[in-house]
């Protein structure tokens, strides 16, 4: 059996919580900050969990993510 591949970018900006889950940065909040209203700032300050179909896609692309 060939060794899995993890994808480089999904490991730069996807982790994995204690009980499993994935979650990510919000995206967004990069540059061009004077122009984006401050609702949509402060929602993308922290970390979400992403839903079930989309971690299944994650989790193919990081087989061995730890922690």
């Given at each position: ?20 889950k ?21 929602k ?14 994650v ?9």
């Amino acid at each position: 059996m060939p060794k899995l591949k993890t994808k480089s970018g999904a490991k730069k900006r996807f982790s994995r919580t204690a009980t499993g889950k994935i979650k990510m940065n919000v995206a967004h909040k990069r540059h061009r900050l004077i122009s984006k209203p401050q609702k949509m700032k402060r929602k993308a300050r922290g970390t979400v969990t992403l839903q079930k179909g989309d971690s299944t896609l994650v989790k193919w692309y990081m087989p061995y993510l730890r922690g």
